[in-house]
C-alpha cells in the first residue's frame, strides 16, 4: 500500500484544516487507517483511527471532539477534518495503515507509512 498525505499548512489558532490521504496498492478495505503526527523533538503519537468498514473510530484525547476521522473506501481516501485547531496541535501529520484493528494506535505496528504534511497553528 502506498499513502500520499496532502492538506498542511500555516493556520491559526481556532482555524479548521482537513488532511487528505490517498491510498494506492493493495486492497484498501483490508486496512485500518490512522493519523499520527509528531512535532519537533518529540515522539510520533496517535492521533485518529478508523476500522476496515469505517463503522468504528477511535481517537487520542487531545483531539477528542475537535478531530474527525473518515474515509471513502471507493474513493481510496481518508480524511482528517481538524477543527479548532491549537498551537499544541503543530506537527508532522502521518497517515498509516494497519492490518489489524487492534494494533492500530501502536506505531511500531504499523504496516505502511505515508510520507507526512506539516501542520503550523499559530496563536
Known amino acids: 500500500v502506498q499513502l500520499q498525505a496532502s492538506g498542511g499548512g500555516l493556520v491559526q489558532a481556532g482555524d479548521s484544516l482537513r488532511l487528505s490521504c490517498a491510498a494506492s496498492g493493495r486492497a484498501f478495505s483490508n486496512y485500518a487507517m490512522g493519523w499520527f503526527r509528531q512535532a519537533p523533538g518529540k515522539e510520533r503519537i496517535f492521533v485518529a483511527a478508523i476500522s476496515q468498514s469505517g463503522g468504528v473510530t477511535a481517537y487520542a484525547d487531545s483531539v477528542k471532539g475537535r478531530f474527525t476521522i473518515s474515509r471513502d473506501i471507493a474513493k481510496n481516501m481518508v480524511y482528517l477534518q481538524m477543527n479548532r485547531l491549537k498551537p499544541e496541535d503543530t506537527a508532522v501529520y502521518y497517515c498509516?495503515?494497519?492490518?489489524?484493528?487492534?494494533?492500530?494506535?501502536?506505531?511500531?505496528?504499523?504496516?505502511?507509512w505515508g510520507q507526512g504534511t506539516l501542520v503550523t497553528v499559530s496563536s
Open positions: 498509516a495503515a494497519v492490518g489489524s484493528w487492534r494494533l492500530v494506535k501502536v506505531v511500531r505496528s504499523i504496516d505502511y
